[in-house]
């Protein structure tokens, strides 16, 4: 079946603008992470939605970040007045239930020039 | 911090035997996994340890010691196509928080299989 899609699979955007990053889990998956990864560095947890609860957004580094997901599906990254320190690939993973060995998508490159 | 701690490189010889180590701070712990990301890729899933002991799959297996914080994955049989990064991760559930399930990784073992 389908794997985790995202789109763009690469995003240049000047400082200063809004970005949003789309994420299509796995159909069925009731768990969706997002995560983060700059050159050099480990995987980071950005945010984390499960089913209708409210989403675990401890992982977000600043308030320009935020997501949503709707209806249980799909789920959209948004970065406002991007920064240079945004630049990164920006990969997202769904799971069946919490706690489930996670999927990941191919990601999106974000750079911010 | 959860302090996961992995070898930055790593080198092997096609068809020889690797072992990469992951070392994590215990408190908390509640599973370990091991990603393979190829250059460019997704990070795909190649093992799950929870208990103690050795998990086997193939050319692939992930020991876990709890009491140590210590997990290796061992490549048996190198190929060529092994050469990618190596992700270990674990999970720290907490009370009164739902980020338990994410994921905290190490920065990866970037191994290199020559012939």
């Known amino acids: 079946g389908a794997g985790v899609s995202q789109s763009p699979s690469n995003k240049v955007t000047e400082k200063g603008k809004d970005v949003e990053l789309r994420c299509d889990p796995i159909?069925?998956?009731?768990?969706l992470y997002w995560y983060r990864q700059s050159l050099g560095q480990g995987l980071e947890f950005l945010i984390y939605?499960?089913?209708?609860?409210?989403?675990?957004k401890s992982g977000l580094p600043s308030d320009r970040f935020s997501a949503e997901r709707t209806g249980g599906s799909v789920s959209t990254l948004t970065i406002q007045r991007t920064q240079q320190e945004d630049s990164a690939v920006y990969l997202c993973a769904s799971s069946p239930l919490a706690g489930d060995e996670q999927y990941f998508g191919p990601g999106t490159r974000l750079t911010v020039t | 911090g959860q302090n996961i701690d992995q070898p930055t490189e790593m080198t092997a010889t096609e068809g020889a035997i690797v072992q990469i180590n992951c070392t994590y701070q215990?408190?908390?712990?509640?599973?370990l996994f091991w990603y393979q990301q190829h250059a460019g890729e997704a990070p795909t899933f190649l093992s799950y340890n929870v208990l103690d002991g050795l998990e086997e799959k193939g050319r692939f297996s992930s020991f876990l010691s709890r009491s140590k914080g210590y997990s290796y994955l061992l490549l048996k049989e190198l190929q060529m196509k092994d050469s990618a990064s190596y992700l270990c991760a674990v999970r720290y559930p907490e009370k009164n928080s739902n980020s338990g399930y994410a994921l905290n990784f190490g920065k990866g073992t970037s191994l290199l299989v020559t012939p």
């Open positions: 939605f499960q089913g209708n609860s409210a989403p675990d």
């Open positions: 215990t408190s908390g712990f509640n599973g």
């Open positions: 159909s069925g998956h009731t768990a």
